[in-house]
């Protein structure tokens, strides 16, 4: 199974600033990656598919870059709403795996 | 209205069986993969199962493999997840999902598996 490993676990910032979450799968998986936002007692959101790709409707300070087997999720200007955890997923082969997830704080 | 709607969560002890179902309205059913993804409340996300547009091909997590069976009904709009010889790990929130790009790009809002005696 491919392994995806997110980090950090936590990351706790202000209103205004830009994160970054990276994502590494355990081998290559070409873009087939996506970010999703989960908000507690939701169901996961999708952001970004195909590595880069934002979804309908996203905002666009959410943008995703990588290929092979290292990833980044980043959010310009954090927001309030933003509080959440993230994952990521591979769809490169069954059986698809996420991340542990990234807990975002707000300061 | 676009939206997926499971059902069938509920109380089973451990060594039954449970069917849950997904049904699907808004969209062209027919046209997508299918998936079923767990989470144990507090942690993350695991993919069960997923079946293909005209469920000619499916494909299951390790841990379930020969205990649960995905389905579906196109004429219906309905995906269904059949779980037997359940256990206690099996205790989760059961999400289904759309699949599109190597993603989940629609999710239900999860019903509830609670496995014990």
């Known amino acids: 199974d491919i392994q995806m490993t997110q980090s950090p676990s936590t990351l706790s910032a202000f209103v205004g600033d830009r994160v970054t979450i990276t994502c590494r799968a355990s081998q290559s998986i070409g873009t087939w990656l996506a970010w999703y936002q989960q908000k507690p007692g939701k169901a996961p959101k999708l952001l970004i598919y195909?590595?880069?790709n934002l979804e309908t409707g996203v905002p666009s300070r959410f943008s995703g870059s990588g290929s092979g087997t290292e990833f980044t999720l980043t959010i310009n200007r954090l927001q309030p709403d933003d509080l959440a955890t993230y994952y990521c997923q591979q769809g490169n082969g069954f059986p698809w795996t996420f991340g542990q997830g990234t807990k975002v704080e707000i300061k | 209205e676009v939206q997926l709607v499971e059902s069938g969560g509920g109380l089973v002890q451990p060594g039954g069986s449970l069917s849950l179902s997904c049904s699907a309205s808004g969209i062209t059913f027919n046209n997508y993969w299918m998936h079923w993804v767990r989470q144990i409340p507090g942690k993350g996300l695991v993919w069960v199962s997923r079946i293909q547009s005209d469920g000619s091909s499916t494909n299951y997590a390790d841990s379930v493999e020969g205990r649960f069976t995905i389905s579906r009904d196109n004429t219906r709009n309905t995906l269904y997840l059949q779980m037997n010889s359940l256990r206690a790990e099996d205790t989760a929130v059961y999400y289904c999902?759309?699949?599109?790009?190597?993603?989940?790009?629609?999710w239900g809002q999860g019903t509830v598996v609670t496995v014990s005696s």
């Open positions: 999902a759309r699949g599109q790009w190597g993603a989940f790009d629609m």
């Open positions: 195909t590595a880069s």
